[in-house]
């Protein structure tokens, strides 16, 4: 993939991250010496053009990994509702179903 391409995908996925995303990256690229962080009122800035391979290589992994855990998480909620829709939702009126033809024996 183009570099340049590559940097501005990697800016708009972590443009779409939660701040506690932004925070771990900024960690990362606070780790070299070599980048330099731009800091006013409104955030903290980069020019990932700058960056040495090894840290872009850093984040751009932090965010498979990221990409990674949110599609695992979404596939146990998906997981979750088909349990509960199978088991729970489904199953109400089949066991009111079943009582009405138990007699107590009274």
Known sequence: MDNTLQLETMKTRIESME????????KL????PNVKINEN?????????FLP???T????????YVHDQENML?????????????????DAPQSSHLNSGLS???
Request: hydrophobic share 30%; aromatic share 10%; glycine share 4%.
């Open 19 to 26: 701040k506690e995303h932004h925070v771990k990256i900024l």
């Open 29 to 32: 690229l606070h780790s070299d």
């Open 41 to 49: 009122k409104s955030g903290c800035y980069v020019n990932l053009s």
């Open 53 to 55: 391979r090894e840290i």
């Open 57 to 64: 290589e850093k984040v751009q992994s932090y965010l498979d």
């Open 74 to 90: 979404h596939m146990a909620e998906s997981e979750k509702e088909t349990y509960v829709k199978t088991f729970f939702e489904e």
């Open 104 to 106: 107590t024996g009274v």
